[in-house]
């Protein structure tokens, strides 16, 4: 059996091993050279305990044997290879699962609490361990999307867009559990698919964009919802339905269509800055503020990323390829910039890292319907809702320094 | 020149002057008479007297009646020389027959008197001649001695040389002396041996190993097959020793066939022309460069418990409604597949259809004598409420006239549940369909026995009229033109264009097929495809022809449903045999150039049930996607 010259390194000094070549047989894996690390780890400190570990070579996840691997990329086998290594991003472990009485269209969770809203038209509230706290009624056809907008202290504020053409902003009190709908924002001519917040101000200022073009400005009756809003400015431009709304940063808004484009809209003048155009229909797309990257969902089976900058608006940067279905929601992990969650019609959640993009990281497959909605928190936490009522949240041991690499 | 001399006149004018008794030749001679033409006379007679030329007044008429009464005009002729007519006597006319017929003129003349010869063959004692023989007769001949000295020193100096012999044996040449010998000559290349006889094998042995020998099975089989068909000529037979084995019956037949196949074996090979297959098939871009068409199942939308007959999508796009036989029809998301309503109507439904224009929030459904027109509440609000705006502005005009339908406003209950109109028809509605401006509608109630089968409604004034003043046959479908005002009825045979306006049919279309099942109109509006029971689909070119510029048979089993994209050049088609063929069909704005037609999908998917597959297939408006109902309870979205 031919050996390799290999040398491995990480960017985590509590793993850290000597600098020096090692022969490796070429067709060891992932598990054994995982094994020879924890030999040598072991050696030089005797109270190591077993651990996982993940290896790229030239930034790719090795998956096969070295060998294959590298006759895939077609790396050289003459000289010394440098082999990095991760500990290995644990399993998902489904934590909870929380039953609603229809479809769960959207979910939303930050570091306390979890809102879903659903086809029953109402969205909820639920602590991270799974208990409903609220129910969100109000809206008179099904809650398409939702989002948290602020909190201070006991007060949250929270939105729900619904098919009902509206969004309504809804004052939420945790401690008394008091819910008080604030506003009822009017303007759109269609059903309200999506909604984002603005991250970085985190004040009332909502933006949303969907179906025709031509949309009725005449204000309606305020009703006793509240007082009624009408859009501070209007972005116009896609031909067809708008899928999902993201702030890129405070000045830059970013959407996806179903008439195969992603535009950047300046957020100030309302103008288009860039449009990526794809060659599908998007569903769901996310932004990682770490890579700077846009991952997309559309209606053939990947995951794309795109890179918002570029001028060049056709460069696909990668697709990430594993899914049987339509890719209906995508989300970059919040922690780590390589990392992001899929959901699809095929029943599956995939977890993916983008230096591995043949084959996800995880497949979770709890869901017996269609997911319809996927979500990555600051808490170590990752849910997914879909079309079998369940909403579910996998709990995940990321590694801090890991996680700043 | 001086006039020749005058000479004597042939015989005829002598004796003609004699009988005269007046010697009137003239003297001129042989000159033109041209000359005379202008003088009073024509010449001169033997005394030199003038001969003046006689009063001739006869003109055209008098010659014809002179021709035509006179007896004598035939020998009648004109003398130049005199300027007169003379007439022939019996004589001179009998003269002219004979010269004419070759003969002697005279009559007595005996052209065949014995000849006589003026020398005898025999030797007389006279000699003709006495005249004494000379000289040279007597001595040899110097001019011969010269000649044959002169040859015979020839001969000696070797200059005349004696004639060779003639060879007796016979010359041969070779035919193929020029000819290549590496040539491969053609008597080579088509050389074809005589048929070898096959040896025999272990069934001829007299003793064959037992698995050669025939059952009893077998043997009736070999029996009763043709001499043709057997596998064997003959049957094996298993004999205890050579000794008991029989003279072979099949001797002389068995040669004559051999004799056959040796005089049969054909002499020469035949030539076939070796047309490659692939070249026979037209050129066709690959299916891939035809990007963007359906191509996987992408949402299965369940929920109903029977089989689902009709679909149809909003003009937007984002909702569906399907019609099923478990007596629902049921309003469908598209993206996730949500059933977002149903609603129970009394009866299967048939057909449903979505109003086309955007500005009207309006579904037509049909089931049994009635078609429903309901408002869904989905969608813009405004665009809702504006369409029951329109429904309720109605204002009944002052006269009644009497309708073939029943327009019926729903009320109470049912208004909440979305009925708007219904229409009670007075036999049962097959199918609806909207016209593209979304007012006029038509429903179809085949029936072959009156004219009464296809209706046009008008929703906002709520009239109906009947167009059809004649039954054409059983009426299977109708469409309306997307942007002329023509209208297309499929009958079981035929397409019949009619002009809404001039009322009046434009064109037939023979589709040469047994029975239409389905059909629709190209966006454009010049082409059109007709689904049929039999399998097939029809393309036609309305400018082209009347009768289909493609027939396309790809489907096993007979066809439900077809349709057209609005904005793709995409068509699919769906049959009983659960498949679902999209192809690809570019129309030119060039009017020169053909459609161009490429299957480029079949997409699987839909089980068959009760021998149904899929029973309706539409497109969705904005993208390259295709929704289709099947017997299976599903309605299934490939994308």
Not at chain 1, 371 to 390: Q, Y
Request: include cysteine; aromatic fraction near 8%.
């Amino acid at each position: 059996m031919s050996q390799l010259q290999t040398r491995f390194f990480t960017d985590n000094k509590k793993y850290s091993v000597d600098d020096v070549p090692f022969s490796i047989p070429a067709a060891s894996e992932v598990q054994e050279l995982s094994n020879v690390i924890n030999k040598l780890l072991e050696a030089k400190n005797g109270s190591h305990s077993q651990i996982e570990f993940d290896f790229l070579v030239r930034g790719q996840f090795l998956r096969t044997s070295l060998s294959n691997h590298m006759e895939a990329e077609g790396i050289s086998t003459e000289d010394v290879v440098e082999i990095e290594y991760v500990e290995r991003f644990t399993a998902p472990q489904p934590e909870e699962c929380m039953m609603h009485d229809d479809w769960i269209s959207s979910v939303e969770a930050d570091s306390e609490w979890i809102l879903t809203g659903s086809y029953d038209k109402t969205a909820r509230i639920w602590s991270l361990e799974g208990k409903a706290v609220m129910t969100v009624a109000g809206h008179t056809d099904v809650v398409k999307d939702v989002a948290w907008v602020r909190r201070d202290g006991l007060t949250s504020l929270l939105l729900t867009a619904s098919l009902d053409q509206t969004i309504l902003l809804w004052e939420w009190n945790s401690e008394r559990n008091k819910l008080k709908a604030r506003h009822c924002c009017r303007g759109h001519a269609g059903s309200v698919d999506t909604i984002a917040t603005d991250p970085t101000l985190a004040t009332e200022e909502e933006e949303e964009v969907e179906e025709p073009p031509s949309r009725p400005r005449k204000k309606q009756k305020t009703e006793q919802l509240g007082l009624t809003r009408t859009p501070l400015m209007t972005l116009s431009g896609h031909n067809e339905a708008v899928s999902s709304v993201l702030w890129l940063d405070s000045e830059e808004i970013c959407s996806a269509s179903w008439d195969h484009t992603i535009r950047l809209w300046d957020a100030e003048t309302g103008s288009v800055k860039t449009t990526l155009t794809g060659s599908k229909v998007f569903n769901h797309i996310s932004y990682s503020p770490l890579c700077r990257r846009l991952a997309s969902g559309s209606t053939d089976r990947h995951v794309r990323l795109w890179d918002p900058r570029s001028k060049d608006g056709s460069l696909v940067l990668l697709s990430l390829t594993s899914h049987s279905g339509w890719v209906t929601a995508v989300k970059w992990a919040p922690s780590h910039e390589h990392q992001l969650v899929s959901g699809s019609l095929d029943n599956l959640v995939k977890l993916w890292d983008t230096r591995s993009c043949k084959t996800p990281l995880y497949d979770v497959s709890a869901h017996e319907d269609k997911v319809l909605c996927v979500d990555w928190t600051d808490s170590r936490l990752m849910l997914s809702g879909g079309a079998d009522n369940k909403l579910y949240t996998y709990r995940y041991t990321a590694c801090e320094t890991d996680a700043g690499a | 020149p001086l006039p020749p001399l005058p000479r004597p006149h042939p015989a005829k004018g002598i004796h003609k002057c004699r009988k005269m008794g007046q010697d009137i030749r003239n003297t001129v001679g042989n000159v033109p008479m041209e000359w005379y033409q202008d003088y009073p006379h024509i010449g001169y007679n033997l005394d030199g007297k003038k001969i003046f030329k006689p009063i001739r007044n006869k003109d055209e008429l008098d010659e014809f009646l002179d021709k035509m009464e006179n007896p004598d005009y035939w020998r009648t002729v004109h003398d130049k020389m005199t300027a007169s007519d003379i007439r022939l006597t019996d004589e001179q006319v009998d003269l002219v027959h004979r010269l004419q017929k070759g003969q002697f003129g005279d009559v007595n003349f005996n052209e065949y008197e014995p000849s006589v010869d003026f020398f005898t063959n025999e030797v007389m004692i006279h000699p003709v001649t006495n005249r004494p023989q000379d000289k040279r007769s007597f001595i040899p001949s110097l001019i011969e001695k010269e000649k044959v000295s002169k040859l015979v020193h020839a001969i000696k100096m070797g200059w005349i040389k004696p004639r060779k012999p003639k060879e007796t044996t016979p010359q041969y040449y070779d035919l193929w002396a020029k000819e290549d010998p590496n040539a491969i000559l053609g008597r080579h290349k088509m050389h074809v041996p005589a048929p070898k006889m096959r040896l025999p094998g272990h069934e001829e042995s007299y003793n064959p190993p037992p698995e050669y020998l025939l059952t009893e099975e077998e043997r009736l089989v070999w029996e009763q097959q043709d001499a043709e068909d057997r596998k064997l000529p003959f049957l094996p037979q298993k004999h205890s020793c050579l000794r008991a084995v029989p003279a072979f019956s099949r001797f002389i037949h068995e040669r004559f066939e051999r004799c056959l196949d040796l005089y049969l074996c054909p002499r020469q090979r035949k030539m076939r022309v070796n047309v490659n297959p692939e070249d026979l098939i037209p050129k066709l871009p690959k299916p891939k460069d035809l990007q963007p068409f359906p191509t996987t199942m992408s949402l299965v939308y369940r929920g109903h418990t029977s089989l689902v007959r009709c679909i149809s999508a909003s003009p937007t796009g984002q909702w569906l409604v399907s019609g099923s036989d478990d007596f629902t029809v049921r309003f469908w998301e598209v993206n996730t597949g949500r059933c977002m309503k149903t609603l129970e109507v009394g009866g299967a439904v048939k057909s449903v259809a979505w109003n086309p224009n955007p500005a009207v929030c309006l579904v037509a459904v049909c089931f049994e004598h009635t078609v429903l027109l309901l408002n869904p509440s989905l969608g813009d609000r405004l665009v809702v409420s504006s369409t029951d705006q329109l429904i309720t502005a109605y204002e009944p005009p002052e006269e009644d006239k009497e309708q073939a339908v029943t327009w019926a406003l729903s009320e109470g209950l049912e208004h909440n549940k979305g009925h708007r109109l219904t229409l009670t028809h007075p036999k049962a509605v097959k199918q609806v369909v909207w016209h593209g401006k979304g007012d006029y509608l038509s429903s179809v109630m085949p029936d072959n026995s009156s004219n009464l089968q296809v209706l046009i409604h008008q929703v906002s004034k709520r009239r109906t009229q009947n167009p059809f003043r004649k039954n054409k046959g059983l009426v299977q479908c109708v469409s309306f033109h997307p942007l002329r005002p023509y209208f297309f009825v499929a009958t079981q045979r035929y397409v019949r264009v009619y002009n809404l306006i001039k009322q009046e049919l434009t064109k037939k279309l023979m589709t040469n097929c047994k029975w239409i099942s389905s059909m629709a109109i190209h966006p454009g509006g010049d082409n059109l495809i007709c689904g049929s029971y039999d399998c097939r689909l029809a393309w036609f070119d309305l400018d082209l022809s009347t009768k289909p510029y493609k027939m396309l048979r790809h489907h096993k089993k007979a066809l439900r449903g077809v349709a057209y994209h609005r904005n793709y050049p995409l068509f699919a088609s769906g049959a009983d045999d659960g498949s679902v063929i999209v192809c690809h069909g570019m129309v030119y704005n060039d009017l020169l150039q053909n459609p161009l037609i490429v299957p480029v999908k079949v997409l699987k998917g839909h089980q068959i049930t009760h021998d149904l597959g899929v029973l309706d297939v539409t497109f969705h408006p904005t993208q390259p996607w295709v929704f289709s109902s099947g017997a299976d309870t599903t309605i299934r979205l490939f994308t």
